[in-house]
Structures are given as C-alpha cells and as structure tokens.
C-alpha cells in the first residue's frame, strides 16, 4: 500500500503533563503532529477526552435546530416539530454515543440544554413566553425522555446485543466479567473492577457493566427483547436529569 503523506498525520494518546514527541517521517516528509483526529464520526482527543467532540455535537445540533426554528415559522403541531427534532436534531446527539457519552455534569447539561430549546421552542409556539415555557410538562406530553436516560438505555442494549451474539466481537465479549453466584445476597450479574484512574472507570465496557448491574432486577439481558429493555430502562429512568 502507498501511501500519501501529504494526507497522513501523527498523534500520541497519553496523560503526561510534558510528554516526549518522536519525529515521523513518511517518504522524506515530516508528518504534521495533531491532537484531534476524527474517525467515523467521533473526535477523538490525545488525552483520552471527548470535551471536543461534545462541543462539536452541540454546535451541529444548535444549528440544525436553528435551521428548523426557520423553516417552520407558523407551525404548531408538537407531533410534526417533534418528527423533525427525533429525525435531524436528535440522531445527531446520539450517534456512537456507546463511545463518547460523558460523565462530567458540564458536558451532560450541554448536551440537555439542546432539548431543553426544542421544548422551548414548542412552548412559544403555543403561546406560552420563552422564560415561562413549561419544560418538564411539554417533555412528558411529548414523551422525551432526557438524552442522559437514552443513553444510557443504549448502554444497556449494547450489552445485551454483545451478550446475545448479535454483535460478532469476541475480544470485546472477553472483556465482560460476568460474575459466578455465590452464595452472597449480592445480586450483581457483573463484577465490579477497581479502576485508578476516571477515563477507566469511566469507560465504555466498565460503564455498561455498571449499568448492567443497576437494572439486572428489572431485566433479563439474556432473553428480553431490545424493546423490552429500553422500555423498561426508561421507564426506571423517567425524570429530569
């Protein structure tokens, strides 16, 4: 394979406050150092952080809403402007969020604050003044759960998915500790890993582990339905962040 080092780049992922860089080279060429790099979708930073990549998201979405608020000046059905917001708006901030979702309240918040302004949206369409819309009452009407709880309803049906075979990886299968009952009162269906460091403890698989545990009581990920759970993970959810 040949390739072209104009389009080529390097980046080194680490967490050292001075780390020592090497100086690649490709065909004669030093190779532009990054610490940022996109791949199918998803930023990914050299110190282990989706902070840009969340950021990136919201701006996407601010102004496809934007974009939507525009277009359909005069409209008032909730049901129409909520099609539009699941189709163009909502996609947007859930796409691999298996990878990405955060765990700093900052970034969640940003993350609400983009339904938060379709709610808000559809309550001064109504009539209702923009600082007087009624937010949590507009969300139940319309049945949307906040983006924290669908994630994590993601979480838990990848897991399932990955437990069923219906996602062909076995080296991520590896990695799922899946506990031995004991005769304990513990009814954890995952081990539970002593991580060091946040971005372990916070990562994708120790993540979802956890959140298999949390609703092991309500569900069983070797037999229900995707429907089933992400209906009753919501469900155990429902409420503002």
Same mark, same amino acid.
Not at 128 to 146: G, I, K, S, T
Not at 184 to 193: A, E, M, V
């Given at each position: 394979?040949?390739?072209?080092?104009?389009?080529?780049?390097?980046?080194?992922?680490?967490?050292?406050?001075?780390?020592?860089?090497?100086?690649?080279?490709?065909?004669?060429?030093?190779?532009?150092?990054?610490?940022?790099?996109?791949?199918?979708?998803?930023?990914?930073?050299?110190?282990?952080?989706?902070?840009?990549?969340?950021?990136?998201?919201?701006?996407?979405?601010?102004?496809?809403?934007?974009?939507?608020?525009?277009?359909?000046?005069?409209?008032?059905?909730?049901?129409?402007?909520?099609?539009?917001?699941?189709?163009?708006?909502?996609?947007?901030?859930?796409?691999?969020?298996?990878?990405?979702?955060?765990?700093?309240?900052?970034?969640?918040?940003?993350?609400?604050?983009?339904?938060?302004?379709?709610?808000?949206?559809?309550?001064?369409?109504?009539?209702?003044?923009?600082?007087?819309?009624?937010?949590?009452?507009?969300?139940?009407?319309?049945?949307?759960?906040?983006?924290?709880?669908?994630?994590?309803?993601?979480?838990?049906?990848?897991?399932?998915?990955?437990?069923?075979? $219906?996602?062909?990886?076995?080296?991520? !299968?590896?990695?799922?500790?899946?506990?031995?009952? #004991? =005769?304990? *009162?513990? +009814?954890? %269906?995952?081990?539970?890993?002593?991580?060091?460091?946040?971005?372990?403890?916070?990562?994708?698989?120790?993540?979802?582990?956890? $959140?298999?545990?949390?609703?092991?009581? !309500?569900?069983?990920?070797?037999?229900?339905?995707? #429907? =089933?759970? *992400?209906? +009753?993970? %919501?469900?155990?959810?429902?409420?503002?962040?």
């Amino acid at each position: 394979m040949k390739l072209n080092s104009s389009k080529c780049s390097v980046m080194s992922f680490g967490r050292l406050r001075d780390p020592r860089y090497f100086q690649y080279t490709l065909d004669g060429r030093a190779l532009d150092r990054v610490f940022t790099v996109r791949d199918l979708g998803v930023t990914f930073s050299a110190v282990f952080s989706f902070n840009a990549h969340v950021d990136d998201l919201c701006r996407r979405a601010h102004r496809m809403l934007g974009f939507i608020s525009r277009s359909t000046r005069g409209m008032t059905s909730p049901v129409v402007l909520k099609m539009l917001y699941s189709s163009f708006v909502r996609q947007l901030l859930e796409y691999a969020s298996t990878v990405w979702s955060p765990y700093r309240l900052t970034l969640i918040w940003k993350l609400e604050a983009v339904q938060r302004r379709f709610l808000r949206l559809v309550g001064t369409r109504r009539g209702h003044q923009f600082r007087e819309v009624p937010l949590a009452y507009l969300q139940n009407e319309l049945l949307l759960p906040d983006l924290l709880a669908r994630r994590k309803a993601a979480d838990v049906l990848f897991l399932a998915k990955l437990l069923n075979g $219906l996602l062909d990886c076995p080296s991520l !299968l590896a990695q799922v500790d899946i506990r031995i009952p #004991s =005769a304990t *009162r513990s +009814r954890d %269906l995952f081990g539970r890993r002593h991580s060091l460091r946040d971005y372990d403890f916070h990562g994708p698989l120790a993540r979802m582990m956890r $959140l298999g545990n949390n609703f092991c009581h !309500l569900l069983d990920l070797f037999h229900d339905s995707a #429907s =089933a759970i *992400r209906g +009753r993970v %919501l469900a155990s959810l429902r409420g503002p962040v």
